[in-house]
């Protein structure tokens, strides 16, 4: 499995932008797909964005489609969450997950970072 450490998250107002990264440790990182995952307060964790192995397939939750945009950078060993437009309905702990498989990391990935605090104040 690969290990994954997020960061970049802090605080913002509503319709800042932030940028989270997920540094992935191991050589196979570029045979992962990859993808962020979030979680608010008293809510289920729910999909946010996916990125193929090759980042040539992207994948987003309609709630956040034309505002984050999630890229990767295979001689960084990092995948990146650029968030715009933010609302406050966006706050939440970050986690970056990574599979194999592309459909597992939308579904149940086989690894997860610690997370990384999102908020968004109004």
């Known amino acids: 499995q690969v290990q994954l450490v997020e960061s970049g998250g802090g605080l913002v107002q509503a319709g800042g932008s932030l940028r989270l990264s997920c540094a992935a440790s191991?050589?196979?990182?570029?045979?992962?797909?990859m993808g962020w995952f979030r979680q608010a307060p008293v809510k289920e964790r729910e999909f946010v964005a996916a990125?193929?192995?090759?980042?040539?397939?992207?994948y987003y939750a309609d709630s956040v489609k034309g505002r984050f945009t999630i890229s990767r950078d295979d001689a960084k060993n990092t995948v990146y969450l650029q968030m715009n437009s933010l609302t406050p309905e966006d706050t939440a702990v970050y986690y970056c997950?990574?599979?194999?498989?592309?459909?597992?990391?939308?579904?149940?990935?086989?690894?997860w970072g610690q997370g990384t605090q999102v908020t968004v104040s109004s």
């Open positions: 997950a990574a599979d194999q498989i592309f459909s597992r990391v939308v579904t149940g990935p086989g690894s």
């Open positions: 191991g050589r196979t990182f570029s045979t992962y797909a």
């Open positions: 990125i193929s192995w090759s980042g040539g397939r992207t």
